[in-house]
């Protein structure tokens, strides 16, 4: 989402690294291109002007002025007055001890609140808690559907009375029904509206008065940019809204939303959904949207979206392979998965400092589709052939061609790349590294999963191996 305006700033970052020192015309170019570079993103105006007037007290200080590191100095004041834009919040729930706890979910129709209740619901599982779901959108056809099937995909239970359309009563219901089966949590999902409206704020304000609900998420689609602003405020102003869910930050938006939604609603950005899996929600951290925003990465995010796919035993056991050269294409194929649950590789390598660039270049931008042909090709193979790939001869490679919807030549390619793959994972286990730069050795083409896929042709420059580009 931050992508435009992340590589602003660090345009404008990179001027300012080749000057040796600061002066009063600098700092005002660098302000009116920072200016120009949050006004495009659509960040609320009254927060661009305050935000350059901060930005600039602090680069005008005298001794950053006299300073010999200037870029560091406007990076880190741009740094602290972004984080002071989203305030003080560590994103979450409301602390609090109430059992059942009631989650209201609100927002315009179109938003994904049904989907972010899902996800919620998911995410609370996964700390431990046992979230109840209820819909109370009664117009909207297939709503109350639309949640069944999103609580069976997460394996969470959903509240749904047959015959029962009257949305006081069924978040009423609900919770009886949540207090006497021992769940922790009841999420209601809400209807909405594709503006709001005086019998929308009646429902909302008549349901909370039913269930008396500890949180009340306003769910924004970050899209829609200060609309989505204005219309949290609306809602803060008539209903009450306790923190702010941004949706779709996967998608093309400018960011402005993000930015601005704390300073103009005062209302703290709770959690941000960037995908269509069950799995694509977490807690707002605005020190690791911040470092990404400015290129730093966010290694905390990538570690914790790691440790959610990796099983330990499976890592221990992979390392050992490594050690012993007994990794085999059985175990690519296991890396491949564990990859792709990471989420979209051009996210992931958002969170690598330093990759941000590399994400951005069109050329470089890895195809994920790929990785569905080299996992065909793996799976068309027998358990003996991926456990000892010698096997492979030429009526074998047709027979993988064949079943795996690929040609020969791509067979042969993926062999060829697993081989060199092999040989680099052995000379590192032997501490080869420093021997193979002495000696002149190039490293073999390598993909996002470890090995160059077929299909493709390198293309120069790239590092993504065979992957085929965007």
């Known amino acids: 989402m931050f992508d435009a305006l992340s590589t602003r700033l660090q345009s404008v970052f990179a001027s300012l690294r080749r000057e040796g020192r600061l002066t009063p015309e600098l700092v005002e170019t660098a302000l009116k291109e920072i200016r120009l570079a949050l006004l495009e993103a659509d960040v609320n105006v009254k927060v661009v002007k305050a935000f350059i007037d901060r930005v600039r007290d602090r680069a ?19 740094r602290d007055e972004l984080l002071a834009l989203f305030g003080e919040t560590k994103g979450g729930l409301v602390p609090g001890n109430r059992s059942p706890r009631v989650v209201l979910m609100l927002g315009l129709q179109g938003s994904g609140k049904t989907t972010t209740s899902g996800k919620l619901g998911a995410w609370l599982a996964k700390q431990g808690k046992h979230p109840l779901l209820v819909s109370t959108d009664v117009r909207r056809p297939a709503a109350i559907a639309q949640l069944a ?5 997460a394996s969470l239970p959903v509240f749904d009375p047959a015959g029962n359309l009257d949305p006081v009563s069924r978040a009423a219901g609900a919770l009886v029904e949540a207090r006497s089966k ?12 594709l503006h709001i409206d005086d019998e929308l704020m009646k429902e909302l304000a008549a349901i909370k008065a039913a269930v008396q609900p500890s949180d009340l998420l306003y769910v924004a689609d970050s899209m829609t940019g200060q609309d989505a602003v204005r219309s949290a405020g609306e809602f803060h102003g008539q209903i009450g809204v306790t ?25 703290p950005i709770a959690f941000v959904g ?8 977490e807690l707002f951290h605005p020190d690791r949207i911040v470092s990404r925003l400015l290129g730093m990465g966010d290694v905390l995010s990538l570690i ?3 440790e959610q796919v990796i099983d330990q035993d499976d890592a221990a056991d992979l390392e050992d392979k490594l050690r012993r050269n007994a990794f085999t294409l059985e175990d690519f194929a296991k890396q491949l998965k564990m990859v792709k649950r990471l989420g979209p590789l051009e996210n992931i390598l958002g969170m690598i400092p330093g990759m941000g660039q590399m994400k951005d270049a069109a050329a470089q931008k890895p195809d994920e589709k790929q990785l569905g042909r080299v996992e065909a090709i793996i799976s068309s193979m027998t358990a003996q052939e991926r456990r000892n790939h010698t096997l492979i001869n030429g009526s074998r490679r047709k027979r993988i061609a064949s079943g795996s919807g690929t040609s020969v030549e791509d067979v042969n390619r993926l062999l060829k790349q697993f081989v060199e793959m092999q040989r680099v994972m052995r000379m590192m286990g032997q501490g080869g590294l420093p021997a193979m730069a002495r000696g002149g050795m190039k490293m073999p083409p390598m993909s996002a999963g470890g090995a160059g896929l077929p299909g493709r042709k390198r293309k120069k420059g790239g590092p993504w191996g065979l992957i085929k580009s965007r």
């Open 60 to 78: 005008l200080d005298e001794e950053v002025l006299k300073s010999l590191s200037p870029s560091q100095h406007v990076v880190k004041a741009v």
């Open 149 to 153: 099937v999103l609580g069976e995909k």
């Open 243 to 267: 923190g702010v869910v941004l949706t779709k930050l996967d998608g093309d938006a400018r960011g402005g939303a993000a930015l601005s939604v704390v300073s103009v609603v005062g209302v």
């Open 182 to 193: 021992g769940f922790d949590t009841l999420i209601v999902d809400t209807a909405g509206r």
């Open 304 to 306: 914790e979206k790691a």
């Open 274 to 281: 960037s995908g269509e899996r069950m799995e694509d929600i």
